[in-house]
Structures are given as C-alpha cells and as structure tokens.
C-alpha cells in the first residue's frame, strides 16, 4: 500500500508527561540510565522506536500524513490521559525514521479502548496525497449510561505535598527523604506532584 504504514506496540501506553524530572536550573530533562523509575519513558521511546523499524522496513514516509490512532488500556479505571501519551509515540515514531519530523502529522484520530489481556496501541500512517479522512457525529437512538470523570489526583490531593501544619506556608517536604524544603529550593515532578530536595535529586545520577 503506498503511503502507508502501520505500527503496534504491546504493552500500556505511557505518557511523556509523567517521566519527566527538572535539573538544579530549572530544566526539564528525562533520565535514559539512572537506574530508577523514570527511566521507563527512555526505554519506551526506543521500544516504539524499534518496533516501528522492524514493522516497516524500508519504508519512509516524508509528506504530511494523517494518523489513525487506537490506544488499549489495561482497565478502564487507571491509565494515562489518552491526548497526552500523543508526544511519547510520535517521539518514538520520529526516531525509528518512519517519519522525517512528527510535524507531518496534520491530521490525527485518537481511539481509546481496553483490552485486558493485551494492551498495546495500533498507529496507522496515511500519506494525505493519496488518503483523505472523514468522520461524522450522530445522536444514538438508544443512550448508553454515561461514564462518568472526576477531577484528577494530583488536583484531589495537591494539599498533601504540603506539611500539614504550614499548608498556607511556602514549604514542602522531599517526597523521597521527607525533609521539610522551601519551595523555591523543591525540584519537581510528574506534573508538580513530586517534590525533591537537592541532595536526593543528585542521588539519582
């Protein structure tokens, strides 16, 4: 099929977002070998990277495309915000040279489904000059019961990064060695939710 590629990877889909550390000037960076957790997104990016090369030999694909995308979560209750694991795929797509830039993709239709036993995301790539895409909106004539959204946990429990006794004060404790820290001294991660003090933060490299 000209034009066309076609990219799965197995595994829950990870957002970009949620692995990203800040260095002692304010820079956000993502650990590729510390050994720790936040390694996982470096590793993901090169997983999707390789299974994009391997998938599509051959192929490169230089002109805009539009993007079909279908990511599948192990349960329905927690996972990533679908819009943002977006920047994690096409980083990786980018990589395996599939693409020339993720700038090309002009057009994208992002699905979320779940899949217990096999959760994995399925990218189709079309070139625009050959493909063209359409969608339409209908009413059901049957309502499904709503599935229903409430706010997220960092919003929830953003009261509990504080010490509890000076909540309206400018401190925090390190999330990693519980040292009380002010907040211009905190380093911080995964959204704003973690907070760490230097002397771990250089533990980590």
Excluded: W
């Excluded at 977006?86 to 899949?115: C, H, M, P, W």
């Excluded at 339409?136 to 006794?165: G, M, Q, R, W």
Aim: charged share 30%; proline share 4%.
């Amino acid at each position: 099929m000209k034009n066309y590629a076609k990219v799965i990877v197995k595994g829950s889909p990870i957002s970009k977002s949620n692995f990203k550390l800040f260095n002692l000037n304010g820079r956000a960076i993502l650990p590729y070998n510390s050994g720790k957790y936040h390694d996982r997104y470096a590793i993901y990016e090169e997983e999707i990277a390789y299974c994009a090369r391997l998938q599509n030999p051959n192929i490169v694909l230089s002109e805009a495309l539009i993007a079909i995308l279908k990511v599948y979560y192990k349960s329905s209750k927690r996972h990533p915000d679908t819009n943002n694991i977006t920047k994690s795929i096409f980083d990786g797509i980018e990589k395996s040279g599939l693409i020339v830039n993720d700038a090309q993709i002009r057009k994208i239709v992002i699905e979320e489904f779940y899949d217990k036993e096999n959760p994995r995301f399925e990218l189709e790539l079309f070139g625009e000059s050959t493909y063209e895409v359409s969608y339409s909106i209908k009413s059901k004539k049957v309502a499904d019961d709503p599935i229903e959204y409430e706010p997220p946990a960092n919003k929830k429990n953003n009261a509990k990064t504080l010490i509890p006794s000076q909540k309206n004060s400018n401190k925090f404790c390190c999330d990693i060695c519980d040292k009380s820290i002010k907040k211009e001294q905190a380093i911080s991660a995964n959204k704003g939710t973690l907070h760490i003090c230097k002397e771990c933060f250089k533990k980590l490299f």
